[in-house]
């Protein structure tokens, strides 16, 4: 049986909490950090004049080209720390370097309302 897909998040909402352990989710993120011995990657994002950090356990991807400063999206499951924090334990790390963060911010808020829209007019 194949993995669930993955639900879009925004960084700032896997940051503060609000994605239950273990779902499936995508998210994007600046390259800031790479901890090759600890197989850890920090993802960066601003949203209004805030800056959140994912972080994700890169295990699974590596080896890798890390490329600091860079765009990437990941694909994952998230898993809350001991610490009271959480990580996405990625199954695919992709540098998006370019792609236009605007337009898939956009892209998601569209394919929220489509799906809730959707899931109401079936009741």
């Known amino acids: 049986m194949l993995p669930n897909p993955g639900i879009y998040y925004l960084p700032w909402e896997v940051a503060t909490g609000h994605v239950h352990e273990g779902g499936a989710l995508r998210t994007f993120g600046r390259l800031c950090l790479y901890d090759m011995t600890q197989s850890q990657v920090t993802l960066m994002a601003q949203h209004g004049s805030d800056q959140h950090q994912v972080l994700v ?14 765009l990437y999206m990941v694909l994952g499951d998230l898993e ?5 924090g959480s990580m996405v334990k990625a199954r695919v790390l992709t540098c998006v370097e370019g792609m236009n963060l605007y337009m898939l911010e956009q892209a998601i808020w569209k394919q929220r309302l489509y799906q809730q829209e959707r899931g ?4």
């Open 57 to 70: 356990c890169t295990k699974l991807v590596e080896p890798f080209q890390a490329q600091v400063g860079s």
């Open 80 to 84: 809350h720390q001991d610490d009271g």
């Open 120 to 123: 109401n007019s079936s009741q």
